[in-house]
């Protein structure tokens, strides 16, 4: 039998990418294709007086200025008819008003793209500007509760009140900033109308979700709407809702009679396509003199769009993460004239998770208790939430492991104490911590008479490594080379899957695979017990054998391709669908992943730069299906959580309300140079309850835990605790001066 899963297996789809093979969307062509350029607001608030479109018209190429005027109606004013993350209140030229800088008001469609930017330059807006809210502080008395949150209460309440008396009372205020998502695909559309029938190729993580979410629009059947979507550049939570330019891209080609392609510009993936909301969270947190904790109330105040409310789940690991008696949280947001916030990777435990680990670590200076030590001894051998026991927590073994990695005994817990020449150096600890969400999915495997099997799921690949996890998978269950096995996704037309986000696709689709792939391996053993002309005619099922693709009896040498089996059934292809879903387990345990990060800084005495020689961190995430594909992706979120903490931060322009660092220029991410050693492993953890392969999702705990590690380090090195996000030396050296 091949033991394939978890594996370090190549890429399948290596090759194409590295070749420019791989088909994104923006290399879709079509015959007779037009493209699109978006014309967006340039106020926060108001309503558009009028278009001048004559001077963009009458440019070369342009086909067609779609405004307000002259849009097609749709149903409910166009107002998405799907719930998040498939759907989102847009702005589709129904009407008049704007609500936010940036917002979409026009689309030009024209020959080329060179042609439809040019016009787009040309379209002139007169506006009657009203007064717009874009001061947080100001609108925070504004603030409401949004009801839920993924599915969970916006708030909650355990225990006594008032609360015992405590040795030690932590009581801060932690921001976080707007952020944005910048993958190396911006989002693109290309729309293609035959008759009654649309085929929308879209970078999306949810393409039943944009099927769905287009169909109802439009007021169409969604059976007219298929989706298609091989590739995905990167998403991390902004490519998993259908956005205004979709359903524009799709109302222009109807319009127009021609297929429409629409890539979004970079400065254009800064409003109209969301981003991380900014979040102020206020948080007390008590503990009794052996470094028990008491009490923990965390407030949450997050920002929102005038149109729709998007609520930033920061407090939800809070109740879960430590054992505590008396647990308060609650979640408000905040309206301002900006586009909607969105997911964007770990929404809520990234935030969430800079302001609890800081202010254990605040409690254990407070209490004199090694900060390690004092997240051990509140360790909860149950959810206290929940009140469920967890599926596995391996998170003692990851600090174990952690720290012995990284040393952590030879700290000096001395602020200021550690030295390296001109550097003051700073070590921090932080807890890591996310869902293990699973969703129902659904699969077809198919072998045909070359003995070829291919196995297709409508989920898709944002880069994360899914054709290639779900290719071992498949042919280990089979019994097949990898490299006769071909995995399929990216088309709504294939059996339904859920959106990849909240780090479920492979604990969601990897059982449906492995039902399917199990269910035609059944089927085929079926039939060649019943083929006179196999060498398994009439055997007892436990003495046949499956390997390489040859099957035969354990007591006999002879073997022979499973495909003869199929050759002589007469059939073109032996098919079989199987689906894969959670159970009872859901409500008899708690789901989680957890781990634990170290990280180390060097700060200038001087000037205050910061420079982050080492990170360590351990995850006990369950069965790794792919240890290069799985350690690529913690990797990545161990990378994102540095820039966030140090230097991501979108800046609100005032009176404008314009994102006014909206390229890469400006909008900081972290380079080569600023990613010294990444020390990343997983602990031995097997979690047979969270689905049937043991798996779980690795995408978005790499970055929770991180901002309040180089946050923890950097109050060490310096003394100064800086509770803002990011953590520059500007803020470093004015809370020391």
């Known amino acids: 039998m091949l033991n394939l899963i978890g594996q370090p297996l190549d890429r399948v789809d290596g090759m194409l990418k590295v070749t420019g093979r791989a088909l994104f969307i923006g290399d879709v062509l079509l015959p007779r294709l037009a493209h699109a350029s978006l014309v967006l607001s340039t106020i926060p608030k108001g309503r558009i007086v009028a278009i001048d479109t004559a001077a963009a018209s009458s440019m070369p190429g342009v086909l067609l200025v779609l405004t307000h005027a002259n849009a097609m109606s749709l149903p409910q004013g166009g107002r998405a008819a799907v719930k998040p993350p498939a759907g989102r209140v847009l702005n589709l030229l129904q009407d008049d008003v704007v609500h936010y800088n940036r917002q979409p008001v026009a689309v030009v469609v024209a020959e080329s793209l060179q042609q439809a930017a040019a016009a787009a330059t040309a379209v002139r807006v007169h506006y009657a ?6 001061d ?12 839920h949150i993924n599915r969970d209460e916006a708030d909650s309440h355990r225990g006594a009140d008032p609360v015992p008396q405590a040795a030690a009372t932590i009581a801060a205020v932690y921001t976080t900033p707007m952020e944005h998502h910048n993958p190396m695909e911006p989002h693109a559309t290309v729309a293609h109308w035959q008759g009654e029938q649309l085929t929308l190729y879209d970078t999306t993580q949810y393409i039943s979700g944009d099927q769905e979410t287009v169909a109802k629009t439009l007021g169409i059947p969604k059976d007219n709407v298929r989706v298609v979507c091989p590739y995905v550049g990167g998403g991390f939570g902004c490519k998993g809702s259908v956005w205004s330019h979709v ?8 319009q127009l009679g021609r297929p429409v392609k629409l890539v979004l510009e970079r400065p254009q ?8 909301p900014r979040t102020e969270q206020h948080l007390t947190l008590a503990a009794d003199p052996a470094g028990r904790f008491i009490s923990t109330v965390h407030d949450v ?16 690991q809070t109740r879960m993460l430590y054992a505590c008696p008396n647990v308060d949280t609650t979640h408000r947001v905040v ?8 997911f964007q990777r770990a929404p809520g435990e990234s935030t969430g998770t800079f302001a609890l680990e800081t202010a254990v670590d605040e409690l254990a200076y407070a209490l004199q208790i090694d900060p390690v030590e004092l997240r051990m001894r509140n360790e909860p051998p149950i959810d206290p939430q929940k009140r469920l026991p967890w599926s596995s927590r391996s998170l003692r073994e990851c600090y174990r492991s952690g720290a012995e990695a990284f040393g952590w005994s030879r700290r000096n817990p001395a602020p200021r104490s550690m030295r390296d020449g001109k550097s003051l150096v700073g070590w921090g600890v932080a807890s890591a911590t996310y869902p293990a969400n699973r969703s129902p999915a659904h699969a077809t495997a198919r072998i045909t008479p070359d003995g070829v099997v291919v196995v297709q799921s409508g989920t898709q690949d944002l880069g994360t490594g899914t054709y290639t996890v779900m290719t071992q998978i498949a042919a280990e269950t089979l019994g097949f080379p990898v490299e006769r096995v071909h995995f399929e996704l990216g088309d709504s037309n294939f059996p339904q899957a859920p959106v990849s986000g909240g780090s479920q696709s492979v604990a969601s689709v990897a059982p449906a695979v492995q039902a399917a792939a199990q269910a035609l391996r059944e089927k085929l053993i079926a039939m060649a017990m019943l083929d006179e002309a196999s060498p398994v005619f009439r055997a007892p099922t436990q003495d046949i054998v499956i390997d390489n693709g040859n099957i035969g009896r354990r007591s006999a040498s002879r073997r022979e391709p499973l495909a003869a089996t199929v050759v002589r059934s007469g059939e073109r292809a032996i098919e079989v669908t199987a689906e894969a879903q959670p159970g009872a387990e859901r409500q008899a345990y708690s789901f989680h992943s957890f781990g634990a990060v170290f990280a180390e800084v060097n700060v200038d005495r001087d000037l205050g730069m910061i420079v982050v020689p080492r990170i360590v961190a351990r995850y006990g995430v369950g069965r790794l299906m792919n240890a290069k594909t799985g350690h690529s992706q913690l990797m990545g979120g161990v990378v994102w959580g540095l820039g966030m903490g140090l230097m991501e931060e979108s800046v609100l322009g005032r009176p404008s309300g314009r994102i006014v660092n909206a390229n890469l220029a400006e909008y900081h991410v972290p380079t080569n140079a600023d990613v010294r050693t990444l020390d990343i492993e997983t602990v031995a953890e097997e979690d047979w309850h969270v689905d049937p392969l043991g798996a ?14 180089l946050s923890n380090a950097v109050y060490h090195a310096t003394g100064v605790r ?8 500007d803020k470093v050296l004015h809370a020391a001066g």
């Open 129 to 134: 500007e009203t007064p717009a809210q874009l």
């Open 269 to 276: 993936m800064f409003g109209p396509v969301g981003g991380r």
């Open 301 to 316: 105040f997050s920002h929102t769009s005038e149109i729709e409310d998007f609520a930033e789940g920061s407090a939800i």
């Open 247 to 254: 359903v524009l891209t799709v109302m222009a080609a109807k």
């Open 722 to 729: 800086v509770r803002e996000l990011p953590i520059t030396l």
């Open 335 to 342: 309206p301002l004239n900006v586009g909607t916030p969105t």
């Open 696 to 709: 779980k999702g690795v995408g978005e705990i790499g970055i929770t835990g991180v901002a309040a590690a």
């Open 136 to 147: 947080f502080e100001a609108a925070r008395a504004a603030a409401h509760s949004p009801g």
